[in-house]
C-alpha cells in the first residue's frame, strides 16, 4: 500500500488484522530501525508471537559482529519454512527505512517468502520490494490513494462519527474538493461545517504547500480564538500537555482551564488519562502550529524548550527534560542533565535509554568534557559486549576532563575510572582486585557504584582462589545493591555467591541464590541483559540437579540466547557463563553444545589468560568432555561449516534452496552433506538428522 499521509493506510491494516482469520505479526517502523539487525530482531519478534521461531535466529541475532546477510536472514527463513500456520507480517510506515542494506533485506525477504506466510508493508513511497519483478507472475496486488478514496457512503459515516450531519450535497462538495482524502474529511469533520481540505498529498508538506496552509487557517483554526490559538501555538512544542507544564512555558496561571476548555469545545485537544491531568494536541494541527512557530518565532522557540527542560527535570520526567534538550540543540545541558539522572536509569534498569543519550552525546563530542558520561559509555559498552567501543571510550574516559561535581557524591573521578578499569579486567586479576579495593575505598558511601565495586572486588577474590573471602564481599555487595537500587548488580552477586554454593555442593543454598537473582533482574525488566547469561545457566544447573528438567530447558535456552554478547570485553563473566551452560549441557548429555561452549572458552582465555582459577576450571571441564567424545568420536570431526549445515537437513528445502540460505553454492552443500553422512556412518538426510539427534548435536 503505498499512499500519502492520512490516507489511512494503518487503519486498514488494523481492519485487515481484527477481521482476519490469520494472525498478523505487525511491526510498526521508525527512523530508528534504520540497522539491519535491529530491523530484523523486531521482524523475528514479531513473527516469533504468532509463531515460535527456532531459537537459533535469536542466537544469530544476540551474536556480536555476525553477518545479517550471510547468518541472520538465512537462519530467519529457514526458521519461516517450518512455520506451519498461516499468517501475515505487515510492516507499517516503510518509507521511513531508507538505509540500502536494510531495504534489500525487506527485499530479500519479499521474494523468498514460505508457502502460508504474506506480506504486506505500507508505505508513502516506494516499497522497496521488486514489485516489477514480481507483477507478471501476479504475486503483488497493489493498493494506492485511488482504492483508498473515500467514497460518498463512507465519507456520511466518519462524519456521523464525529456528530456530524451533513447534506448529500455538503458531502459531494467536500469529497469533489478534498479528493476523497480521508484525513482532509477527518479534518473537516472537527469544523462546525465540513469545509474545503487540500487534494491530498501529504501534511508533511504543509509548510510549503499555500493550499493545505489557507485550509487549516481558514477551515480549522479559524474557529479558535486568538487566544487560544496563541496557546495552541506555543504549546506545540510539547508531545504532552498538562496544566503544570504549560503554565511554566507561559510562566502564569491557568493553562489547566485552557486546556479544559479546548478538550471540552473541539477536538483537537484530547485527555490522556481519566483523571484528565495529560492531553494532546491532534498531531496534525500541531504539527502545523509547530512550523508556524520555528518559522516566525525560531528565538522564542528555544526559550521554550529550556523553559520545558526545567519544568520536566525538577517534576520527575527526566527522559522527557532530555528530549526537549536535544530538541533545542543544546549540547552542554543535555550533558548536565544526563550526568544528573544516568546513574539512576543505569542501575534501575532503564540501560537502553542511557545508552541512547549517550550516543546523541557522543556523536556531538560532548565525551571528551565529561569523563563521568565517558566512564559509563564505556561500562555500557562492555555490558553489551561491544569492545571496540568500550575501548575507545575508556580511551576518552582517560583523559577527559569533569569540572563539574560527581553525581553520585564521590570526592574524585579517578574512583570512578579505578571502577572501569576493574571491570573491564584488562591486566588480569591481579590488577582488577588492586582497582576495585580502590574504587570500594574512595567511591562515595551512598554511590550507586559502591555495590558494583563490591560485586567486582569479590569476583576478582573468588578468581584468585579466596572462595571465603570472596563469598563475604559478594554478600555484602546484593545487600548494598538492593538497598541503592542496583538490582542487576545485587543480581549477579547472588549468582556469583551460587556459583560458590555449587562447588562446595550447597544445592539448597543455591536454589535460594538463584531465585532470588531471577527475582532481582525479571521485577526490574533486566532479564535481557547480556549478564543474565551467567544467572540463567548457574539457576539451570540448580534446576537439573532438582530434576526440574522442563525448567531447566528452559533456562538454558535463555542462557544460550543472550551469552554471545558476553564478549571478551567482560572475559570472567564471559568464561563463569560457558562453564556454567557446558556444565549443564554434559549433565544432560548435550555434548555437542558443550562442545561448542568449550571451543568459545579457549577463544576468551587465548585473549585474556589472566583469569586465575577459570582456566583451572576450563582445563577441568575440558578432561570431561573429552572423555565423553572418545565414546562419540564423530562429534570431534564434524567442521565448523558441516555444524551449520547439519540444522538445515531437518527441513524440507533441496541443496539449491539451502544453498541460497547460506549463501553456498548447491554443490559445496552437497559436498558438505555427503562429509557429515560419512563422519556420521550414515546414508541419507533422516538418517543423519537422527543420528545427530543421538549424539547431542540437534
Known sequence: MSAGAGWGKTTLLAQWASR??????????????????????YVAVALDRVAPLDASVFEALASPGVSVEATVLPRLSAALTKVECESVLALDDLHLIDEPRCR????????????????????????????????????????GADELRMSEQEARQLLRAAGVESTAQRISELLERTEGWPAGIHLASQTPEPGAAPAGGELASSRDDDVVADYLQAEVLAHLSAHELRFLTTTSILDRLSGPLCDALFERRGSAAMLEALAHATKFVAPLDS????????????????????????????????????????????????????????????????????LDMYYSGRVAVVEQWLDWLDARGALERHATLAVLGSMLAAAQGRSA?????????????????????????????????????????AAMRADAECAVRTLSPTSAHRP?????????????????????????????????????????????????????????????????????????????????AFIYATAARVADHDGAAERAGELLTRARLLRRQLTHALPYLAVQARLQLARADLARAETGDAKAVC?????????????????????????????????????????AAEL???????????????????????????????????????????????????????
Open 20 to 41: 482476519s482469520r490469520r494472525p498478523f505479526a505487525w511491526v510498526s517502523l521508525d527512523e530508528r530501525d534504520n540497522d539491519p539487525m535491529v530491523l530484523l530482531s
Open 599 to 639: 571451543g568459545e572458552i579457549e577463544v576468551l582465555l587465548q585473549r585474556q589468560p589472566e583469569l586465575g582459577i577459570l582456566r583451572t576450571r576450563a582445563g577441568e571441564l575440558r578432561r570431561s568432555l573429552h572423555a565423553i567424545l572418545e565414546q562419540a568420536p564423530a562429534i570431534s570431526t564434524l567442521t
Open 452 to 532: 558494583h565495586a563490591l560485586t567486582l572486588l569479590g569476583i576478582a577474590t573468588l578468581l584468585a582462589g579466596d572462595v571465603d573471602g570472596a563469598d563475604d564481599l559478594l554478600s555484602d555487595a546484593a545487600e548494598e545493591g538492593v538497598a541503592l537500587r542496583a538490582p542487576g548488580t545485587a543480581a549477579v552477586a547472588l549468582a556469583e555467591r551460587a556459583g560458590v554454593a555449587l562447588e562446595r555442593e550447597a544445592w539448597a543454598g543455591a536454589q535460594e541464590l538463584v531465585d532470588r537473582a531471577i527475582g532481582l533482574i525479571e521485577s526490574t525488566k533486566a532479564d535481557a541483559y547480556p549478564s543474565g
Open 104 to 143: 534489500d533485506l525487506i527485499a530479500a525477504l519479499a521474494t523468498h517468502l514460505p508457502a502460508g506466510l504474506q506480506l504486506v508493508v505500507a508505505t508513502r513511497g516506494d516499497s522497496a520490494i521488486p514489485v516489477d519483478a514480481i507483477r507478471p507472475q501476479a504475486l503483488a496486488l497493489e493498493i
Open 644 to 698: 551449520r549445515l547439519l540444522p538445515h537437513l531437518d527441513s524440507q528445502l533441496s541443496f539449491r534452496e539451502i544453498g541460497e540460505r547460506l549463501y553456498l553454492s548447491r554443490h559445496t552443500v552437497k559436498s558438505h552433506a555427503v562429509s557429515i553422512y560419512r563422519k556420521l556412518g550414515v546414508t541419507s538426510r533422516a538418517d543423519a538428522v537422527d543420528r545427530a539427534c543421538a549424539l547431542g548435536l540437534q
Open 275 to 342: 483523571e484528565r491531568r495529560w492531553y494532546r494536541c491532534q498531531g496534525l494541527v500541531r504539527e502545523f502550529l509547530r512550523s508556524e512557530l520555528s518559522r516566525s518565532a525560531p528565538q522564542r522557540e528555544r526559550e521554550l524548550h529550556a523553559r520545558a527542560v526545567d519544568w520536566c527535570a525538577a517534576n520527575g520526567q527526566p527522559e522527557d527534560a532530555i528530549a526537549y534538550a536535544e530538541e533545542s540543540g543544546d549540547v552542554e545541558q543535555v550533558a548536565r542533565l544526563v550526568e544528573t539522572f544516568a
Open 389 to 429: 567501543t568500550s575501548d575507545r571510550l575508556a580511551e576518552i574516559a582517560g583523559r577527559a576532563r569533569q569540572d563539574r561535581e560527581l553525581p553520585d557524591g564521590s570526592a574524585s573521578i579517578e574512583s570512578w575510572r579505578m571502577l572501569l578499569r576493574a571491570k573491564r579486567c584488562r591486566q588480569g586479576v
